[in-house]
């Protein structure tokens, strides 16, 4: 029996979508991880050190390294694959391929960061986004023109890399269930961090919340932010919730908000349109294509025209079909087993 080819598998988190391919790639390879929680910066150099250890010990052994995101954790990798001849995939999910000052958000609006990010996608053998979008955008929901050019080609314009994209897949198995749960007439949902605030829309929610006083609207993934000293009373925020019970939050609500400044997938707008919610979403990235016909863009960030698309979407005369099809829609286009296939075949072919 031929023994298993190995995987040095990197990443910053142990985010599910992570731990998915993580999880698929066992049943193919043998997996060496190398994961430690990057976002402590003072322990940067430790890691460094001990991830460089790792390499020099296993190097021998490893056929191939993937890594998630590119950042500080990219950076040896990539240089001992190219001396060592070891083939290199970097998965780029969306703050590697951005930066956006206004919001504090996006790893290349780090000059460390940026360096890292560079020279690990210049000597990369392949590089994986989860969507197009992530290799060259023009944001023209963001209202600063400086900050609306995004991706991997506008800010590498010399990158000759190739490039392979490979949408992120959902387990819809989890996410469909025979659930009795009704949904609440006019309910808007909307799921991200305290940090997320203003680059998810929460500001925008809030003044949804404060126009439509007879509509229900609910934010999971953080308690009220400590700059919400008030809030209407019709604006709730669940904090954490478990995957569980953010399905049955999800099968609750009507309307589901991704109304992202940047977005460099949107599985949470997924995971909601496979729960039937009809999705309003941003003119970003690629949340048009997600949502597709089975919801509602916003343009540009607008309170007016946001309020406008509410009344529309309240208005709808067969929600429940036009809920049905936006799940379907999700089935036929973003399955984690098509996923799954993708990444195995960019794999064997590198």
Same mark, same amino acid.
């Given at each position: 029996?031929?023994?298993?080819?190995?995987?040095?598998?990197? $990443?910053?988190?142990?985010?599910?979508?992570?731990?998915?391919?993580?999880?698929?790639?066992?049943?193919?390879?043998?997996?060496?991880? =190398?994961?430690?929680?990057?976002?402590?910066?003072?322990?940067?150099?430790?890691?460094?050190?001990?991830?460089?250890?790792?390499?020099?010990?296993?190097?021998?052994?490893? !056929?191939?390294?993937?890594?998630?995101?590119?950042?500080?954790?990219?950076?040896?990798?990539?240089?001992? +694959?190219?001396?060592?001849?070891?083939?290199?995939?970097?998965?780029?999910?969306?703050?590697?391929?951005?930066?956006?000052?206004?919001? =504090?958000?996006?790893?290349?609006?780090?000059?460390?960061?940026?360096?890292?990010?560079?020279?690990? @996608?210049?000597?990369?053998?392949?590089?994986?986004?989860?969507?197009?979008?992530? @290799?060259?955008?023009?944001?023209?929901?963001?209202?600063?023109?400086?900050?609306?050019?995004?991706?991997?080609?506008?800010?590498?314009?010399?990158?000759?890399?190739?490039?392979?994209?490979?949408?992120?897949?959902?387990? @819809?198995?989890?996410?469909?269930?025979?659930?009795?749960?009704? /949904?609440?007439?006019?309910?808007?949902?909307?799921?991200?961090?305290?940090?997320?605030?203003?680059?998810?829309?929460? !500001?925008?929610?809030?003044?949804?919340?404060?126009?439509?006083?007879?509509?229900?609207?609910?934010?999971?993934?953080?308690?009220?932010?400590?700059?919400?000293?008030?809030?209407? /009373?019709?604006?709730?925020?669940?904090?954490?919730?478990?995957?569980?019970?953010?399905?049955?939050?999800?099968?609750?609500?009507?309307?589901?908000?991704?109304?992202?400044?940047?977005? +460099?997938? +949107?599985?949470?707008?997924?995971?909601?349109?496979?729960?039937?919610?009809?999705?309003? +979403?941003?003119?970003?990235?690629?949340?048009?294509?997600?949502?597709?016909?089975?919801?509602?863009?916003?343009?540009?960030?607008?309170?007016?025209?946001?309020? /406008?698309?509410?009344?529309?979407?309240?208005?709808?005369?067969?929600?429940?079909?036009?809920?049905?099809?936006?799940?379907? $829609?999700?089935?036929?286009?973003?399955?984690?087993?098509?996923? =799954? !296939?993708?990444?195995?075949?960019?794999?064997?072919?590198?």
């Amino acid at each position: 029996m031929q023994s298993k080819k190995v995987i040095l598998f990197i $990443s910053p988190n142990k985010s599910q979508f992570i731990q998915n391919d993580l999880l698929y790639l066992k049943q193919h390879y043998k997996i060496i991880t =190398n994961q430690y929680q990057w976002s402590k910066p003072l322990f940067t150099p430790l890691y460094l050190i001990h991830q460089c250890i790792v390499l020099l010990l296993k190097i021998w052994t490893i !056929d191939k390294i993937i890594i998630h995101f590119g950042g500080y954790w990219s950076l040896l990798p990539t240089i001992f +694959g190219k001396f060592f001849k070891k083939a290199v995939i970097i998965i780029c999910h969306g703050t590697d391929c951005s930066s956006i000052p206004s919001l =504090n958000y996006g790893s290349l609006r780090k000059k460390g960061v940026k360096f890292c990010c560079r020279f690990s @996608y210049k000597y990369a053998t392949i590089i994986c986004p989860v969507s197009q979008s992530l @290799y060259e955008s023009n944001n023209q929901y963001h209202n600063i023109n400086v900050e609306q050019k995004q991706g991997l080609i506008t800010f590498f314009p010399k990158l000759k890399t190739p490039i392979k994209v490979i949408p992120n897949g959902l387990d @819809y198995h989890f996410w469909i269930t025979n659930t009795d749960i009704k /949904k609440n007439k006019n309910s808007f949902l909307a799921v991200f961090s305290e940090k997320q605030f203003f680059l998810k829309g929460g !500001d925008l929610i809030y003044e949804m919340a404060n126009n439509f006083p007879n509509y229900s609207f609910e934010i999971a993934g953080t308690n009220a932010p400590q700059h919400l000293s008030k809030y209407p /009373k019709n604006l709730k925020f669940l904090g954490r919730l478990s995957q569980i019970e953010l399905r049955d939050k999800y099968y609750q609500s009507e309307f589901y908000f991704q109304l992202s400044h940047f977005e +460099g997938f +949107g599985l949470s707008l997924c995971e909601a349109m496979l729960c039937q919610c009809i999705p309003i +979403g941003s003119s970003v990235n690629m949340i048009p294509e997600i949502i597709s016909e089975h919801g509602f863009i916003l343009e540009q960030k607008n309170s007016n025209h946001l309020k /406008k698309i509410i009344e529309q979407a309240v208005a709808l005369s067969d929600k429940k079909s036009f809920s049905k099809k936006a799940q379907k $829609s999700i089935i036929d286009r973003f399955s984690i087993q098509q996923r =799954n !296939d993708r990444l195995l075949k960019v794999i064997q072919t590198n």
